[in-house]
């Protein structure tokens, strides 16, 4: 929050709040969240001038087109011009959305791959979500079901958020789509997360397998 870096607060808040909800398990839990964090986006709006001009972009986004709203609308054209088969790897603008490498990079996919590679891109992100929770359901503890719960939830919020704030479904956050944008830090935080599902998922594996050896002896 002092560093006005809202994108990363809201994901540490949304990873406390699978946590809180996978280990209540209760649906009023889930109500309070919900309610806590409208609480929060209307004080952020309040008090932070980064927060209100984001915000104010997402909702009158074509009343400024030059100005706080550029950024997306430059997104929600590129996406448009790529199509369902796109402009073809190469052939796109990518140059023209600011920090199409970063902030921007799923609408230069869009563009150049169309509705199909960006299908694709999310199928993906599916298999991903599915596959982690899956590891969460089987760990042997629960800290290693929380722990896998917690990093799956990291990786699908970003993925969320980033793609949400190109497409003007959620407000631009600033942070980076998952394995795809450029950055150094989030590659290797991105990997690392994805390490430690295995580490968990072979765990659960080897356990298993001497489960069944007793069980046939």
């Not at 929770?133 to 722990?147: D, G, T, V």
């Not at 993925?159 to 590659?187: A, C, E």
């Amino acid at each position: 929050i002092m560093q006005n870096d809202f994108g990363t607060t809201f994901l540490f808040l949304i990873i406390y709040a699978t946590y809180l909800f996978l280990y209540s398990r209760k649906k009023h839990v889930l109500f309070l969240i919900i309610f806590a964090f409208l609480i929060c986006a209307f004080l952020g709006y309040k008090l932070f001038d980064i927060f209100t001009e984001r915000i104010s972009a997402w909702l009158s986004t074509w009343q400024d087109p030059s100005g706080g709203a550029y950024q997306l609308i430059q997104s929600i054209l590129a996406i448009a011009a790529g199509g369902v088969v796109g402009s073809g790897p190469g052939l796109g603008f990518p140059n023209v959305v600011p920090l199409a490498h970063s902030d921007f990079i799923f609408a230069a996919i869009a563009e150049e791959t169309g509705l199909i590679g960006a299908t694709c891109l999310l199928i993906g992100f599916a298999i991903l979500l599915v596959r982690g929770y899956k590891i969460a359901h089987r760990a042997s503890s629960p800290f290693q079901s929380y722990l896998a719960a917690g990093i799956v939830s990291y990786l699908l919020t970003q993925t969320i958020l980033i793609m949400g704030g190109n497409i003007r479904l959620l407000p631009i956050t600033g942070v980076t789509l998952p394995f795809i944008s450029y950055g150094g830090s989030s590659f290797v935080s991105c990997f690392l997360s994805i390490t430690l599902l295995l580490c968990i998922d072979f765990v659960d594996d080897k356990e298993e397998e001497q489960n069944t050896q007793k069980n046939f002896l």
